[in-house]
């Protein structure tokens, strides 16, 4: 029997295994695809280049790569432990469905929601079985392969595993972005961390007289206060009555122009009992923004219910628990009526153009959105 077939009884097998079993059945499973698929290779590629080897010769339990076929391995990896939904490697939980098929807690959960909205069972993308948070579950085996894969530090461009990258961009990379330690008394500077010793050593903050810094400290204070200000509104804002939030994922379209332009949009959601959805566009819909370095995002709340009086709300986008986006908080106000159901565009409040390609590079934004009722 060739280890294809083999494969297949074993998937086969899982759903009909009891379900106290099926958990670690289907993990099994899982890492027994993984380390099929990679060994089926690994035998194509030594075929490739030795002679067949005797088939009554009892298989080799493991066979090394040749060096310089390492890199290769890393990358069949990649499309063997991605997500089956967004294709990407999962940054935190993952989980699989009862045949094995992987998700990303993120496509998951988007799974389970989009069904909600449908009123439909969601079911696996791929083979169409029922999923569920009781029927799926997480697959650590292929959480921590994808920590042990290496991937690029941001700052020197190295290879590090992904479980130990943090550490080293936070506290071990020589080329880490660092700064001054005046920054307190208003040095501005920053650059790599192997920097840092000859600028210190020669920075002009610290021989600044008593009255330069009290300038330095005074205008310190005063966007120390404007953040505070933000921050305390959103406190205020907490104590509400009626607080709603929830995660909205920006999925793109293209327009029917004749030109296409990309847009995108939420699938629309549910939140404080009425139906929203969000949309956004790129460079305020400006008409060719592939032409410009200068990368915007701006959105837009729609309310879709139909209201019988006029719905004051506070709303906030904020990054969401699957994505790494930095969004600086922003609060938005709007009075919602059958009349007024838009809010006009406003920008995603993202650090520069660099954070947005990010975006637009990514299959889908994830984000969370609060919406507060004011109530008089
Ligand atoms: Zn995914
Ligand atoms: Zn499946
Ligand atoms: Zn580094
Ligand atoms: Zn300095």
């Given at each position: ?6 494969r ?37 590629a ?30 069949r ?16 939980s ?63 461009l ?38 840092l ?30 953040d ?15 607080i ?90 709007h009075?919602?009526?059958n ?38």
């Amino acid at each position: 029997m060739s280890s294809l077939e083999e494969r297949d009884v074993g998937v086969a097998a899982a759903p009909g295994s009891s379900s106290a079993g099926l958990g670690v059945g289907a993990v099994g499973v899982a890492v027994e695809a993984v380390a099929g698929v990679a060994a089926m290779q690994e035998e194509v590629a030594i075929r490739r280049e030795g002679p067949e080897p005797d088939p009554d010769e009892p298989p080799k339990k493991r066979v090394k790569l040749p060096e310089g076929e390492a890199g290769k391995l890393e990358e069949r990896l990649y499309s063997v432990l991605c997500c089956t939904v967004c294709l990407d490697l999962p940054k935190a939980s993952v989980y699989q469905c009862t045949n094995g098929h992987l998700m990303c807690a993120g496509c998951f959960i988007h799974l389970l929601a989009d069904s909600r909205l449908k009123e439909e069972q969601a079911t696996c993308p791929n083979c169409r079985c029922e999923i569920s948070k009781n029927l799926c579950c997480r697959n650590l085996a292929v959480e921590k392969a994808v920590s042990e894969l290496p991937t690029d530090c941001t700052f020197c461009l190295k290879q590090f595993p992904r479980s130990s990258l943090e550490r080293h961009q936070k506290e071990e990379c020589q080329d880490r972005v660092t700064q001054c330690k005046y920054k307190r008394i208003g040095c501005p500077w920053q650059g790599p961390f192997h920097e840092l010793p000859a600028h210190e050593s020669e920075c002009s903050h610290p021989t600044k007289t008593g009255t330069e810094l009290m300038g330095i400290l005074g205008e310190m204070d005063q966007s120390h206060r404007r953040d505070m200000q933000l921050y305390n509104s959103i406190f205020s804002l907490l104590c509400y009555e009626k607080i709603g939030f929830t995660e909205v994922q920006f999925r793109p379209y293209r327009t029917d122009d004749f030109i296409t332009r990309l847009y995108y949009e939420t699938p629309r959601f549910t939140v404080l009992n009425q139906t929203w959805v969000l949309k956004a566009r790129v460079n305020d819909s400006e008409r060719n923004p592939n032409l410009s370095c200068k990368r915007t995002l701006s959105f837009q709340l729609i309310l879709k219910s139909k209201v019988n009086s006029v719905l004051e709300c506070s709303f906030l986008l904020l990054k969401g628990p699957y994505d790494d986006v930095w969004i600086k908080p922003v609060i938005h106000h709007h009075s919602f009526s059958n009349d007024t159901n838009e809010t006009d565009y406003v920008p995603l409040p993202i650090s520069d153009s660099v954070e947005c390609n990010k975006l637009l590079a990514a299959k889908n934004i994830n984000l969370r959105l609060f919406i507060f009722q004011v109530q008089k």
